[in-house]
């Protein structure tokens, strides 16, 4: 089991099991809601317990995906992809350790030109 919460600790959030190894995402939208790029695990919705939902915000930035953040400190913390029974949580709210590492990096090709992605990981351009 692992545990994590937002900054202010208005939401807890419990994954059930190990954490899979997480992506992180250069897309544009990723980058401008989080600040960087988005570093995320995709664990099932049934793995997850969320304490303080009522604190959770959705902002629906596609058709298929909402993404949600703390209505109190602001912290990211959750990309749902709509009607699909997974859901992906910041590696950042999580309490160490835990257990994973980056595997991949995607979306490559809209990274930000400031920082530069470590040699021996896998890059997908999309």
């Known amino acids: ?21 997480a992506d992180a995402c250069h897309c544009t939208q990723c980058r401008k809601q989080s600040g ?3 570093a995320s695990i995709d664990v099932p919705t049934g793995a997850v317990t969320i ?3 009522e604190h959770v915000r959705w902002y629906r930035s ?3 995906v909402r993404r949600g953040f703390c209505d109190t400190c602001g912290a990211s913390l959750f990309w ?10 910041a ?6 350790p835990t257990g994973t590492k980056i595997s991949s990096h995607i979306f490559v090709a809209d990274k930000g030109d400031y920082y530069e992605i470590e040699e021996g990981v896998l890059q997908r351009d999309q």
Not at 7 to 20: F, K, M, R, S, W
């Open 1 to 21: 089991m692992h545990k994590g919460s937002c900054l202010c600790g208005a939401v807890q959030i419990t994954v059930e099991g190990d954490l899979p190894e």
């Open 36 to 38: 960087h790029y988005w």
């Open 51 to 53: 304490k303080g939902e």
């Open 62 to 64: 596609s058709e298929k």
């Open 80 to 89: 749902d992809p709509i009607h699909h029974d997974k859901i992906a949580i």
């Open 91 to 96: 590696m950042g709210c999580f309490d160490k």
